[in-house]
Antibody, heavy 119, light 109 residues
Framework: EVQLLESGGGLVQPGGSLRLSCAAS????????MSWVRQAPGKGLEWVST????????YYADSVKGRFTISRDNSKNTLYLQMNSLRAEDTAVYYC????????????WGQGTLVTVSS | SYVLTQPPSVSVAPGKTARITCGGN??????VNWYQQKPGQAPVLVIY???DRPSGIPERFSGSNSGNTATLTISKVEAGDEADYFC????????????FGGGTKLTVL
């Protein structure tokens, strides 16, 4: 059974940093591209970033480019999102999602972790 | 940049057919995926590559994609289908990015 478990969310002040983690199990992690998708309160889904299975390629939404860094540790089956220079508009539930091929659909999602940026 | 347009809401009576549209310029040239999201839950993939269903998704869910409109069709709608539905495509025109539609709230009357 595929499981994705996010952690690391919380309250952070504007300009601060936070690192999210996503522990994966139930599939060949190194063989799958992974993504982060966020959802602001009461809003729709917004793609944040994608990383290839071997971490050779990374992609970012314009809204986070230069501030967020996606990475992965295939030896630990874990996906990360380092978020710097956080802004109020980054407040959202952050989901990690597995990709079925790249490009492809997001076939499995974690339950999400809430990031609140506020003073 | 590419934009996906969904109606904010669709209402349907139980047992009837719901159709949720996703508009985009020449969207038929892209593969469209659809997600269902119930309150407080993570999204669930219900249709991928325009009209394929993941295992565990009822046959009542189907998809089509033609011209400038992709459509998610839910036949014999049940109360449990009430949820937000999002369409999604990959936009290869600008490096590599993912686009979601704004979402459609399906209400079962």
């Amino acid at each position: 059974e595929v499981q994705l478990l996010e952690s690391g969310g919380g309250l952070v002040q504007p300009g601060g940093s936070l690192r999210l983690s996503c522990a994966a199990s139930g599939f060949t992690f190194s063989g799958s591209a992974m993504s982060w998708v966020r959802q602001a309160p009461g809003k729709g889904l917004e793609w944040v970033s994608t990383i290839s299975g071997n971490a050779a390629s990374t992609y970012y939404a314009d809204s986070v480019k230069g501030r967020f860094t996606i990475s992965r540790d295939n030896s630990k089956n874990t996906l990360y999102l380092q978020m710097n220079s956080l802004r109020a508009e980054d407040t959202a539930v952050y989901y990690c999602a597995k990709l079925l091929g790249s490009p492809g659909p997001f076939d499995y999602w974690g339950q999400g972790t809430l990031v609140t940026v506020s003073s | 940049s590419y934009v996906l347009t969904q109606p904010p809401s669709v209402s349907v009576a139980p047992g009837k057919t719901a159709r949720i549209t996703c508009g985009g310029n020449n969207i038929e040239s892209k593969s469209v995926n659809w997600y269902q999201q119930k309150p407080g839950q993570a999204p669930v993939l219900v249709i991928y590559y325009d009209n394929d269903r993941p295992s565990g998704i009822p046959e009542r869910f189907s998809g089509s994609n033609s011209g400038n409109t992709a459509t998610l069709t839910i036949s014999k709608v049940e109360a449990g289908d009430e949820a937000d539905y999002f369409c999604q495509v990959w936009d290869s025109s600008s490096d590599f990015s993912v686009l979601f539609g704004g979402g459609t709230k399906l209400t079962v009357l």
